[in-house]
T-cell receptor
Framework: DTAVSQTPKYLVTQMGNDKSIKCEQNLGHDTMYWYKQDSKKFLKIMFSYNNKELIINETVPNRFSPKSPDKAHLNLHINSLELGDSAVYFC??????????????FGQGTRLTVV | DAKTTQPNSMESNEEEPVHLPCNHSTISGTDYIHWYRQLPSQGPEYVIHGLTSNVNNRMASLAIAEDRKSSTLILHRATLRDAAVYYCIPKSNAGGTSYGKLTFGQGTILTVHP
């Protein structure tokens, strides 16, 4: 069983379209995240949710809207896609209550290409 | 967020030990030191973490300097599968907007030769 699974794995779409990436974790964690890895391989946090509540929003354009229907799911919806949104998006989860010692589990990533 | 400095790249031969250094001189007293690695075309993978004492697990060992301003990840016998980018990340124990956040630096690209 995959601990953190993302769908789709690859997404190619045209500029201006709206797309969603889904993430599910079966680890019983209460905190989930979205990270973005750009073409230079730099990984940066975008959002985090704890118990369905938004905790971190790292100055991401409001075209990006995360939604957490329950603790096991965190989806990422992107409106009006731009060329610069092309990147690999990683979902992750951890047990928030253990604070700084919590290890995070990452999904395999969704490679988004905007043409 | 504490700043980290790691070598851009390191090389090793298979079955030899590898010591990956990291400087984190601005680390907060309550920050944990985490190491993650990212294999090609995969998501980051947790390796090990520690606070003050040295730590061992099935993947690696973590040696933490007494002043906590640096640490070293030790792979006891490198394999080809260990070729990856290794990230050293001070992780806050605080809540609020630091909650669970991992701040990735550039990492060290480890190449393992057969």
């Amino acid at each position: 069983d995959t601990a953190v699974s993302q769908t789709p794995k690859y997404l190619v779409t045209q500029m201006g379209n709206d797309k969603s990436i889904k993430c599910e974790q079966n680890l019983g964690h209460d905190t989930m995240y979205w990270y973005k890895q750009d073409s230079k391989k730099f990984l940066k946090i975008m959002f985090s949710y704890n118990n369905k509540e938004l905790i971190i929003n790292e100055t991401v354009p409001n075209r990006f809207s995360p939604k957490s229907p329950d603790k096991a799911h965190l989806n990422l919806h992107i409106n009006s896609l731009e060329l610069g949104d092309s990147a690999v998006y990683f979902c992750a989860s951890s047990l928030g209550a253990t604070g700084g010692s919590a290890e995070a589990f990452f999904g395999q990533g969704t490679r988004l290409t905007v043409v | 967020d504490a700043k980290t400095t790691q070598p851009n790249s390191m090389e090793s031969n298979e079955e030899e030990p590898v010591h990956l250094p990291c400087n984190h001189s601005t680390i907060s007293g309550t920050d944990y030191i985490h190491w993650y690695r990212q294999l090609p075309s995969q998501g980051p993978e947790y390796v090990i973490h520690g606070l003050t004492s040295n730590v061992n697990n099935r993947m690696a060992s973590l040696a933490i300097a007494e002043d906590r301003k640096s640490s070293t990840l030790i792979l006891h016998r490198a394999t080809l599968r260990d070729a990856a980018v290794y990230y050293c990340i001070p992780k806050s124990n605080a809540g609020g907007t630091s909650y669970g956040k991992l701040t990735f630096g550039q990492g060290t690209i480890l190449t393992v030769h057969p």
